[in-house]
């Protein structure tokens, strides 16, 4: 590391002002304080010094994503093989999952770093760190299927639309990568829902089998058209299910919820009221719901399925897009699963939730914060004027 800090510090000047890469020196920086934590200080002002920026927040998200994602590639594997009906090793099946998902997480950060990258230069500022972890969730929420076209349209849209028009990172209302998700299912939506969307119908450097139409429904896909909900079974924890490439396994979701809350990164308050608020509203549709399967589903089925965990791990705790007074948290989550189930029960047209509910959240959360801190404020006036 050191010989790498000196060959830096060789180079460092000619990305400097009148150096012959001064041009660059965005993407100069971007790199270096990448690698390395930055040694520079703010000279005025008051401000809190800590070796842990942002940049080594969002590589902590992404250590944490990394469970879910290498799970995901195993399933793509696992679910194109079962639904061709050939055998196929360990290695076989987490082969094709990794070849079948690793081109959607390129255009990810080819289109998204790119864009950033360009924006950086033009107003002569550092490269944001944000699309660091909106650059891996992308991927990883999108159906296998996903034309790499469309995935790089979407990512271009929500990277300019939903971030560097309200000034970057930091500063965007809405989530990111949801707002790519948001955007392939309502311009694109045979390609994001439906039964022919969830498995890979092709072979890949010879691994696979090249089949056309091949259709498998998702348990939740099952419980929206079917006038019986489907059994629970432990794949719907272990992931072993047909659904987008990161969302499938609880447990690959629970370790780097783990990993979020160890480190302080992610809120328990936020995590925990959006399984509250899910899991609330479901027994409140089971007790007094519409006669529909997916009404009657258990609360634990309606946890475990979908986007539901991955959404309330990794998309409700963004620092930047959720409430973030701590008694907002609470309310911010409950919101959140309360709204996913009711979208999943009452919108007949569409079997998930978690997406619609968090971005609806994301324009309340200011609001709530508002309210939270305005209240603390009116209690304190009525004590000052007590005495």
């Known amino acids: 590391m050191k010989a790498l800090r000196n060959y830096l510090d060789k180079i460092k000047p000619n990305f400097e002002e009148g150096g012959k890469f001064h041009a660059f020196r965005s993407v100069f920086d971007g790199f270096e304080t990448f690698l390395f934590v930055p040694n520079t200080t703010s000279k005025s002002g008051t401000h809190i010094h800590d070796a842990i920026d942002s940049k080594r927040i969002m590589s902590m998200v992404v ?23 050939i055998e196929g090793s360990f290695i076989e099946l987490f082969g094709y999952g990794f070849l079948a998902v690793l081109p959607k997480i390129i255009v990810s950060y080819v289109v998204g770093l790119g864009i950033e990258f360009v924006v950086a230069q033009w107003k002569n500022e550092e490269i944001q760190e944000g699309f660091l972890v909106s650059g ?52 694109y939506p045979t390609k994001m829902s439906g039964d022919a969307v969830w498995v890979s119908g092709d072979s890949i450097f010879g691994l696979g089998q090249t089949v056309d139409g091949l259709t498998v429904a998702t348990p939740l896909g099952i419980a929206k058209t079917s006038p019986v909900a489907p059994d629970f079974s432990w794949d719907m924890v272990t992931g072993l299910i047909p659904g987008s490439i990161g969302e499938t396994s609880v447990i690959a979701i629970a370790i780097g919820a783990v990993i979020l809350l160890w480190t302080g990164i992610a809120s328990w308050k936020t995590m925990l009221s959006v399984f509250v608020g899910g899991a609330l509203m479901a027994w409140i549709f089971n007790v007094a719901g519409p006669d529909t399967a997916v009404a009657h589903m258990p609360w634990y089925e309606h946890l475990v399925l979908g986007g539901f965990c991955f959404g309330a791990v990794f998309m409700a705790t963004d620092p930047v897009t959720s409430a973030r007074t701590e008694t907002g948290k609470y309310i911010y989550g409950l919101l959140i699963g309360a709204m996913a189930i009711i979208i999943r029960v009452l919108n007949p047209g569409y079997p998930e939730g978690m997406m619609l509910a968090i971005l609806l959240m994301n324009i309340f959360a200011p609001l709530i914060d508002y309210c939270v801190v305005q209240s603390n404020i009116n209690r304190r006036a009525k004590r000052v004027a007590a005495k």
């Not at 944490?64 to 290498?70: D, E, N, R, V």
């Not at 929500?158 to 971030?163: E, G, H, R």
């Open 63 to 85: 250590i944490a994503l990394i469970p879910a994602l290498l799970f995901g590639m195993y399933n793509v594997g696992y679910q194109h093989f079962r639904a061709t009906g």
């Open 136 to 187: 891996i969730l992308i991927p990883m929420i999108v159906p296998v299927d996903c034309p790499l076209w469309m995935l790089a349209i979407a990512t271009a849209f929500s990277v300019i639309f939903a971030k560097e028009v309200f000034g970057g990172t930091g500063m965007n209302v809405f989530n990111v990568a949801l707002i790519t998700r948001a955007f392939l299912f309502f311009a």
